[in-house]
């Protein structure tokens, strides 16, 4: 399924992860993690646009950033290209650095400011040999404790979340941050709606009416997996325990794809959660995930959103995945 454009607007928020080609390394030493962060400060104050955190790990970038009237697309065209050219010169090697095309999640400020940020710096302590991510350099973390780094780093919007005094702010700031610590890989923070969102169906409505795009699918309705379960089976003919079982007749299989798609998607459920309610490895749900995005059934979703539609016009609120 080709990967939809980008949307782009005055004040996009967007959460950046980008790859080292085949995944290798992207940074020999030091110096080359400064030349990175000097390019990275060049482009913000040429194009005017807010980094509120990034870290820089052995083989791969995060930066979380908020774009004016210059697109995300020709910042980091600049950044990643004036770099490449760089480190090629200086290590004497030639071809690509970074993976083809970067992943840019345009996420709701508001509802994951803080959770991005804490995740993006505590990216060192994941690491397979952990680093403290209290004294790794190559993160904004010094930024929100007040220390001057090679970037500058929009730090109120968090802070002032925690506190009106900046020392106080930053005490219940670093509180936040040691709270995460050993909560691992946040696989939730990937799970986009339209591949493209991070946020809520009032955030995707909003972005909506904010850019000219038309390829912004609209989300389906919030429901829990019961519900989502039961829709799927009256759309297919086909009973619960069939489906949730480990046949592979076809139209099972189909059956199963647009219910993981659909949970994920308007159930608002990671992988993992969906492999332990089907008794299978996270891994065979993003590859039914994947199957079912490369073919989708439009006929069909819209047939389970008017089935939830009418559940939900006669039925109280029910909580999600309960």
Same mark, same amino acid.
Not at 115 to 125: D, G, K, M
Not at 146 to 160: F, S
């Given at each position: ?9 005055? &004040? ?15 940074f ?10 000097e ?71 508001n ?17 397979r ?33 925690? &506190?009106?005094?900046?020392?106080h ?5 670093l ?6 610590v050993?909560? &691992? ?16 169906e ?34 297919? &003919? ?17 059956a ?53 539609a ?13």
């Open positions: 399924m080709a990967r939809k454009p980008r949307v782009e607007f005055d &004040g996009a928020f967007y959460h950046v992860i980008v790859r080292g080609n085949q995944r290798q390394k992207v020999g030493d030091d110096r080359d993690r400064l030349a990175y962060l390019r990275l400060e060049q482009y913000r104050e040429r194009f005017n646009f807010s980094v509120y955190a990034y870290v820089l790990m052995p083989n791969h970038i995060h930066l979380l950033v908020e774009t004016k009237r210059v697109p995300l697309s020709k910042i980091m065209q600049g950044i990643q290209f004036t770099y490449t050219q760089t480190y090629n010169r200086r290590h004497r090697t030639v071809g690509h650095l970074f993976q083809g095309r970067y992943k840019a999640i345009l996420c709701d400020r509802e994951y400011l803080l959770e991005l940020v804490r995740y993006i710096h505590l990216n060192p302590a994941r690491m040999n952990p680093i403290d991510p209290w004294k790794y350099r190559w993160s904004s973390h010094r930024g929100y404790m007040g220390e001057k780094g090679e970037v500058r780093i929009k730090t109120e919007a968090m802070l002032r979340q925690f &506190g009106k005094s900046r020392g702010a930053r005490r219940d700031y509180r936040f941050m040691e709270e995460g050993g909560a &691992g890989h946040e696989e939730k923070y990937y799970q986009t709606t339209d591949q493209r969102f991070l946020g809520d009032a955030f995707v409505e909003t972005v909506a009416a904010r850019t000219t795009e038309k390829d912004i699918e609209p989300t389906g309705p919030r429901a829990s997996f019961e519900r989502l379960l039961e829709a799927v089976t009256n759309e297919y &003919g086909v009973t619960k325990e069939r489906l949730m079982g480990t046949g592979r007749q076809r139209d099972w299989i189909g199963r794809k647009l219910l993981v798609y659909v949970a994920r998607e308007w159930g608002m459920m990671t992988n993992q959660e969906l492999g332990k309610r089907l008794g299978r490895d996270p891994s065979m749900i993003s590859r039914l995930i994947r199957d079912y995005e490369g073919k989708q059934d439009r006929r069909r979703e819209a047939n389970l959103a008017r089935a939830l009418k559940v939900q016009t006669h039925a109280r609120p029910y909580p999600l995945n309960a």
